[in-house]
């Protein structure tokens, strides 16, 4: 498992800039992109994927109290998010209009936790600023996902920049020079944000709304020797992001790395990168999120494993879309 290690880690640095654009290449959650356990439920997820029993593909929220009084306007707090988000009526190119208008101030802080890819926990700060089932709710998941399984990895990634245009925001990851190739420093422009109340619905990425390329947890999970798959979301930008949950009873090898997507056509795309955790003790659990060039979602992601001394060979097939 040393050598695939060693692959995926470089090939990972690809993944999370392919999520900010009409899909920006990815720095992976190992992506190079901008910027990754969660669900049933939604609860929030431990960064070090320990707890599986507790943490279901999905969203999770950030423990806060609820305020006493809570005016119309009032930022909410988060809410216990469940079901799969479904996109929001796609933001119109042309400028909002005066009632739909979003306070620059909540757009900024929304923009400020999608930048946060080196915590997690900040980003998913981000979802008291978003209505559930929205467009920038899905996004926001996605990319918290992206982000976690380069945190259970043990290689999280540094924090994006961003920065206010005359239009809306930029949004750059700082590429990552360990990769092979090196991952050249790469940029997104984020603009029409639409809001309710003061809460970001959606938006444009350059210039085009990912809404309908975004897809967000799947019914149920899969199952093989002892240990459980299920999808967290999925993004098709320039090339397909898949992120899961992994979680098994025993010890295991998941070869992440090998992962092997089959379109709805039936064409089989090797993993270009992975990131997650790729040894698991029993009782643990991962966040793991894949790149896959060229295919569309609809198919199905094929992960491979063993279980201790490869006593029994782990079979996976998650479905996507």
């Known amino acids: 498992m040393a050598s695939t290690r060693l692959r995926a880690s470089a090939a990972v640095a690809a993944l999370l800039l392919a999520t900010a654009a009409c899909g920006w ?21 431990s960064p070090d994927g320990t707890t599986p029993s507790e943490e279901s593909p999905g969203r999770e929220s950030p423990e806060q109290e609820s305020p006493e009084e809570e005016s119309p306007t009032a930022a909410p707090t988060a809410p216990e998010r469940t079901g799969q988000p479904s996109p929001s009526p796609s933001p119109s190119a042309a400028s909002p209009t005066p009632e739909s208008a979003t306070p620059p101030e909540a757009a900024a802080e929304y923009m400020d936790a999608l930048a946060a890819t080196d915590d997690p926990d900040r980003m998913r700060e981000g979802w008291l600023l978003t209505p559930e089932g929205s467009t920038a709710d899905a996004f926001l998941t996605h990319r918290i996902s992206v982000v976690q399984a380069r945190v259970d990895e043990g290689r999280p990634l540094t924090a994006a ?161």
């Open 25 to 45: 290449p990815q720095d992976q959650e190992p992506p190079a992109t901008v910027g990754p356990a969660e669900e049933e439920p939604r609860t929030p997820g």
């Open 161 to 321: 920049e961003v920065r206010p245009t005359g239009q809306g925001f930029e949004l750059c990851d700082p590429g990552d020079k360990d990769a092979d190739p090196p991952q050249e420093r790469q940029c997104a422009h984020f603009t029409g944000f639409e809001s309710a109340g003061d809460r970001i619905e959606g938006f444009l990425v350059d210039g085009s709304d990912p809404g309908p390329r975004l897809l967000g947890a799947g019914d149920g999970s899969v199952s093989s020797e002892g240990v459980h798959a299920s999808l967290v979301s999925a993004y098709r930008a320039q090339d397909l992001e898949v992120t899961i949950d992994v979680s098994t009873v025993h010890a295991v090898d998941i070869d992440l790395f090998g992962a092997v997507y089959v379109d709805p056509d039936g064409r089989e795309h090797d993993v270009a990168a992975a990131a997650g955790r790729y040894e698991l003790e029993p009782g643990s659990t991962t966040r793991a999120s894949f790149v896959v060039p060229d295919a569309e979602p609809g198919g199905v992601l094929r992960i491979g494993g063993c279980r201790e001394e490869c006593s029994a060979t782990v079979e996976l097939e998650v479905p996507v879309g």
